[in-house]
């Protein structure tokens, strides 16, 4: 990972605006659930997708686009399999693990929340833009009990294009009526930082250990731990 540069962190934290967050992987431990559902969905086609695999086909974006891609590099042409198909088994296997192992199976990132209410107490916007199904966004956001913290939320079906496109982040700013140089954005995947890259906003990285180091780094500044920006925030 590239050394951190703590004043420039700084600088960013105390003044920017808007505050712009993915939600998997960024504020909440959930890429090994979405991981691990990406894996029993193609298990009948006899493929086994590693990290790799997930991290660079599917992490960050929508399912439906994910797959595509995947039977794309796979040339898979079986009638009987398409994106759509693969989604929805992908998004009921999801439901299903959300409702009945939510406890177990779903966090947030060590040092998110508190960074999420030292952001609010100093009075900055607070924004989520996720790939995630609003169905499951309102339900992650409210078991962990954060909703009031975001005063704008868009999800997979608020947007035509999904990451890597940036439509989502322009969508944002649009919708909050902030400025590309008030705003920044949080991210830990390939697809979700080349959004923010197309929307012009500056990109942090989240890095998490064994898991994304390969691609995080493409970011604009990289952070491997909420709890700084916490400190540099009350200095």
């Known amino acids: ?63 439906v686009d994910g797959f595509r891609s995947f039977l794309e590099n796979n040339d898979i042409n079986d009638q009987m ?15 299903y693990n959300l409702d009945n192992n939510f406890d177990s199976m779903v966090s947030m990132i060590e040092g998110a929340s508190e960074f999420l209410n030292t952001l609010k107490v100093n009075g900055k916007y607070i924004a989520l833009g996720t790939s995630t199904r609003k169905i499951f966004t309102d339900m992650i956001l409210k078991r962990l009990n954060i909703t009031s913290l975001f005063d704008l939320v868009i999800t997979a079906e608020d947007v035509r294009l999904g990451k890597p496109d940036g439509e989502i982040y322009v969508t944002i700013v649009s919708r909050l009526r902030a400025s590309r140089t008030d705003s920044i954005v949080f991210e830990d995947s390939m697809f979700g930082i080349e959004a923010a890259k197309d929307a012009g906003l500056f990109c942090v990285g989240i890095s998490n250990e064994n898991w994304n180091e390969t691609v995080v780094n493409s970011a604009d500044l990289v952070i491997d731990d909420y709890r700084i920006c916490n400190e540099l925030l009350r200095k």
């Open 81 to 95: 399999v398409s994106p759509e198909k693969l989604s929805n088994e992908f998004l009921k296997i999801k439901k």
């Open 1 to 63: 990972m590239m050394k951190l540069d703590e004043n420039l962190l700084k600088n960013l934290l105390k003044n920017k605006k808007f505050f712009i967050f993915d939600l998997d992987g960024t504020l909440v431990d959930l890429e090994k659930l979405n991981f691990e559902t990406f894996r029993e969905v193609l298990k009948p086609l006899s493929v086994n997708i590693n990290i790799k695999d997930y991290i660079d086909l599917f992490a960050g974006r929508r399912s």
